[in-house]
């Protein structure tokens, strides 16, 4: 299919209204059959690549406004390089999500009455691919929806076999190197999943309110008797207990140094050691229980004075044979019940309300437990160091730079890496274990033991955490550890736009797997944003009701749609009063390209990019406006032989001059956004350009120069200019309204060497397609400012615009005045006026009666007869004049201040004595009207 087969060739046949639904998915099929978003690995290409790897969705997921903004990012970006002439590769792919697949398939099995342990772990395992095969692809095709330009051709998936591979890859090098090691630490255990954690899978929730829990300790009779008192908000850890800590200067307890107490509930004596570390002698009693299998400073305390390490609870968060009498009961029940045998045994001794801060498992939002537990580390101190290097001396930028502090702050602290999962779902550990325990970490399944032969081997039962396998996404999905054509051409890659919340997850892992890989960064430039909330500032949450779904926004929803939705997802009643109260008619069909503008008009920087419905209006609506422009300068075009091309109409024309000059400033401010991920100030100034000086002022302008009766060779240059700035403003404005753009690109005629799309045209520049004229620039801001005055004045009095009226115009300047006469013509075509350009303000006088309306602003003095009611003007006049008062006292004010005279800088000085000047002038002007109607 080529381009023109999609729509019609005549302008003529361009229909009225612009219908999203239509136009989008047609061209998106186009570009992706015609292969337009693959990279180039001709042998021979050696243009610049820029390379964006996108950060892979979970393949469990469905399309949220999270991902339709980081998708309008990157593609914006992978757009403009594109158009630029650059090799360009945005390489797609989905990551398997060990926790978040494996919870979402049990669900599935639990419906047909099944768990996973019944299914067995190859059943089950298999079940989890069929799924992935059934539902996996789900984003990628709703990215599609967003305009995603992907090579899709080499779309990757974290466990395919190629990643598989790159995995064990890492793994054994790391293993032989001595950078992991098997060993017994002290995890955070997600009772709820049943896995270890990260430190940053566990949210710490501060300010709860907890109870402190204070007992006692026997001391041994042999060492004297009495007690010892500890507190605690965890009293069935106490089962644990290997030790009592003291403070070495705390005279209280110095005569208890060495001696031992007996637990209460298991046979174990206990002794009394002092630590200095541990210990505040200021706090509570001044004592410690120690307990080194499930507290962090406890397990540091045991490292120190050799304690003996007890693990009490279960995976599934029981109490184990540890547990003594106890045993069996879950965490929280036998908390209770070993409270109440310490009251029993006369050992309790009160309690008081104590604020603490709970962890809390980010995916079961089960309280977490410190359990100690042999699992996989990566050691990451040797690897850290160069990953802050290469920040510090700007080889990774990253921005907003103010985030360097929280990459330097994880960096230069970090943890060796907890790197084995308690799951099925992931990537297997490649370590096999003999009978006698001996270890084989191998690429391929061994044959023998390496270090004794035995041929019976167990290979490890956990999964990689998925995070190992995302940090080396940048090359792996090009092919290492094979030596391939695309890892050559495409690595280092170029930009990596991701949200702030995974700076250390996943890029500063990224940078690590790189560097010790590769050899080199993974990416040049980091780029954060930030998170897409309700226009409130809240976090979008299925029971609150104010999930905005951007395909609801895309394709449209009814009320009942957007309800039906909502009560599925458990959206709670006061959810549902938030949609009927707020969208009683539902989404209208809103289009890509307006939800792209939409996110792009917010600053990524920012922490939280507040999304607000109204404004996805507003963009559906400069859609119209660009829709409706285009039909007007492809009307005016149609049965000439004006066409697009690269070459920049000689315009000489004021109105072509000035948009061609107002054009320059477009494109250098979109490209510059673009260049400096300022998405924002990119898209406003197109957005700018086009409704308010494109639409509102250049059509306006044209419409006498093309009139019947107009001079022929003006009329034939601003049919040059007008195609030429509709085609240099839709191509700039492709990258980010990619299917309006194509839509109208293609009806605009052009040269037969423009190519099939918008999408591999030319950016704009400012040197090829367009040309500063300040000249211009003043002489049209003088007239724009002429027509608004009378404008204002007809709008103000009401004068309905069949009347025609006469107005004089009077500025000081003579060059302007010429300018003014030179382009009467057009001022009063665009007002509807008998315009009379005046040389003395003697003139003005003469023309103004009782019932003339004055205007005054920047230079220009307007005056209109015979249109104001009396008393309307006196109350306008006196209202602008208390304005004009007000700001005169502050102005003077600020200039009577010698400490503003001294400090600000003179030019600064000099403009607010040039205000002081126009503000006194525009007070005579106005006390002198009110004067004369009275």
Not at 877 to 882: A, I, M, P, T, Y
Request: charged residues 30%; glycine residues 6%; contains cysteine.
């Amino acid at each position: 299919m080529s381009e023109r087969d999609s729509t019609q060739d005549s302008a003529d046949e361009m229909p009225k209204a612009y219908d999203s639904r239509d136009v989008e998915p047609r061209w998106y099929a186009f570009w992706e059959e015609a292969g337009l978003f693959r990279a180039s690995d001709a042998e021979g290409d050696d243009r610049e690549t820029y390379t964006i790897a996108i950060p892979p969705p979970n393949v469990t997921g469905s399309l949220h406004m999270g991902h339709a903004c980081r998708t309008t990012f990157e593609d914006v970006l992978i757009r403009h390089k594109r158009m630029q002439g650059k090799n360009t590769l945005w390489l797609p792919g989905t990551d398997h999500a060990g926790i978040a697949t494996q919870v979402m398939v049990e669900r599935e099995i639990a419906k047909e009455g099944l768990t996973r342990q019944e299914l067995g772990r190859e059943a089950f395992l298999d079940r989890v691919w069929q799924w992935k095969e059934a539902k996996g692809g789900r984003i990628m095709q709703q990215l599609r929806i967003m305009g995603a330009s992907c090579d899709w051709s080499r779309e990757r998936f974290t466990m395919d076999e190629g990643l598989s591979v790159a995995v064990r890859e890492a793994f054994v090098q790391l293993y032989e190197e001595g950078l992991i090691y098997r060993g017994t630490r002290l995890v955070n255990w997600d009772v709820g999943s049943q896995t270890v954690l990260s430190d940053l899978e566990v949210d710490q929730q501060e300010n709860v309110e907890g109870e402190l829990f204070d007992f006692a300790y026997p001391v041994s009779e042999e060492d004297g008797g009495g007690e010892i008192v500890v507190s605690t908000t965890r009293p069935e850890t106490m089962l644990g207990d290997t030790a009592i800590a003291v403070h070495p200067d705390d005279e209280r307890y110095k005569h208890l140094h060495g001696k031992k107490v007996k637990h209460p509930f298991v046979d174990r004596m206990i002794p009394i050691i002092s630590d200095a570390e541990l210990v505040d002698m200021e706090f509570g009693t001044g004592c410690v229980k120690v307990t080194p299998a499930h507290d962090p400073n406890d397990f540091a305390t045991g490292k120190r004075h050799g304690l003996e390490e007890i693990n009490i609870l279960n995976l599934d968060g029981t109490l184990n044979e540890e547990g003594g009498p106890f045993q069996g009961m879950d965490r929280f029940v036998a908390r209770k019940a070993v409270k109440a045998k310490l009251e029993e045994a006369g050992l309790a001794r009160g309690s008081k309300k104590h604020m603490m801060t709970l962890p809390k498992s980010q995916r079961s939002h089960t309280v977490v437990e410190p359990m100690i537990s042999t699992q996989w580390f990566v050691k990451m101190e040797p690897l850290a160091k160069p990953a802050i290097e290469v920040v510090e001396d700007g080889r990774v930028e990253i921005v907003p730079e103010e985030w360097k502090k929280t990459y330097f702050h994880w960096m230069r602290n970090i943890q060796d890496w907890c790197i084995s999962r308690q799951l099925w779902w992931g990537h297997p550990i490649p370590a096999w274990y003999c009978p006698e325990g001996h270890v084989t970490v191998a690429k391929a399944t061994p044959s023998a033991c390496g270090d004794c032969g035995a041929t019976e081997l167990t290979q490890d039962e956990d999964v990689l955490d998925t995070w190992f396998s995302s940090a080396l996404w940048p090359f792996s999905t090009l092919g290492w550890p094979a030596k391939t054509v695309d890892l050559e051409r495409f690595y280092p890659t170029s930009d990596m736009e991701t949200g702030y919340d995974i700076l250390f997850f996943w890029v500063a892992r990224m940078i690590v797997m790189g560097l010790h890989f590769m050899d080199e960064v993974p990416f040049r430039r980091v780029l954060l944003s930030g998170m897409v909330t309700d226009e409130h500032g809240d976090k979008m949450s299925k029971t609150r009701g104010n999930v905005i779904d951007p395909l609801d926004v895309i394709h449209g929803a009814t009320l009942d749609e957007l309800v039906a939705k909502a009560e599925a997802a458990g959206a709670k009643p006061r959810g549902i009063k938030h949609l009927t109260k707020n969208y009683p008619d539902g989404y209208a069909a809103y289009g890509a390209d307006a939800l792209r503008m939409t996110l792009l008009s917010y600053s990524p920087q920012q922490k939280r990019i507040a999304l607000s419905m109204k404004r996805i209006e507003g963009y559906r609506n400069f859609a119209n406006k660009l829709w409706n422009a285009s039909r007007f300068i492809l009307m005016n075009l149609s049965g000439t032989d004006a066409v697009a091309s690269r070459k920049r109409p000689e315009a000489k024309a004021l109105a072509n001059r000035w948009v061609l000059s107002r054009l320059h400033h477009a494109v250098v401010a979109a490209d510059r956004g673009l260049e400096d991920y300022r998405v924002d100030d990119a898209s406003s100034a197109l957005y700018h350009f086009v409704w308010d000086e494109l639409c509102d002022w250049y059509l306006e302008l044209t419409k006498p120069l093309l009139a019947e009766g107009a001079d022929p060779e003006v009329a034939a240059e601003t049919r040059a200019t007008l195609v030429h700035t509709l085609d240099a403003t839709l191509r700039a404005l492709h990258p980010m309204m990619p299917f309006i753009t194509e839509e109208i690109w293609q009806r605009v005629p052009k040269s037969d060497d423009a190519g099939q799309s918008i999408m591999v045209a030319p950016f704009p520049t400012a040197e090829s397609d367009a040309l500063l004229d300040e000249d211009a620039e003043r002489e049209v801001a003088l007239l724009q400012t002429a027509i608004v005055g009378v404008r204002t004045i007809r709008a103000e009095h009401h004068v309905a615009w069949a009347t025609k009226v006469a107005a004089h115009c009077f500025v000081e300047d003579a060059t302007d005045r010429k300018t003014l006469e030179r382009e009467r013509h057009l001022f009063s075509r665009m007002t509807n006026a008998e315009v009379t350009i005046v040389d003395t303000t003697d003139a003005i006088e003469a023309a103004t009666g009782p019932r003339t309306a004055v205007f005054f602003d920047k230079g220009v003095k307007l005056v209109v007869p015979e249109v104001i009611d009396v008393a309307k003007e006196q109350e306008r006049l006196g209202r602008e004049l208390k304005k004009v008062d007000k700001d005169l006292a502050q102005t003077t004010k600020k200039l009577g201040n010698e400490k503003f005279i001294a400090k600000a800088p003179p030019e600064v000085v000099e403009t607010e004595k040039a205000r002081l000047t126009e503000l006194t002038n525009k007070k005579t002007q106005l006390e002198t009207a009110l004067t004369r109607l009275a």
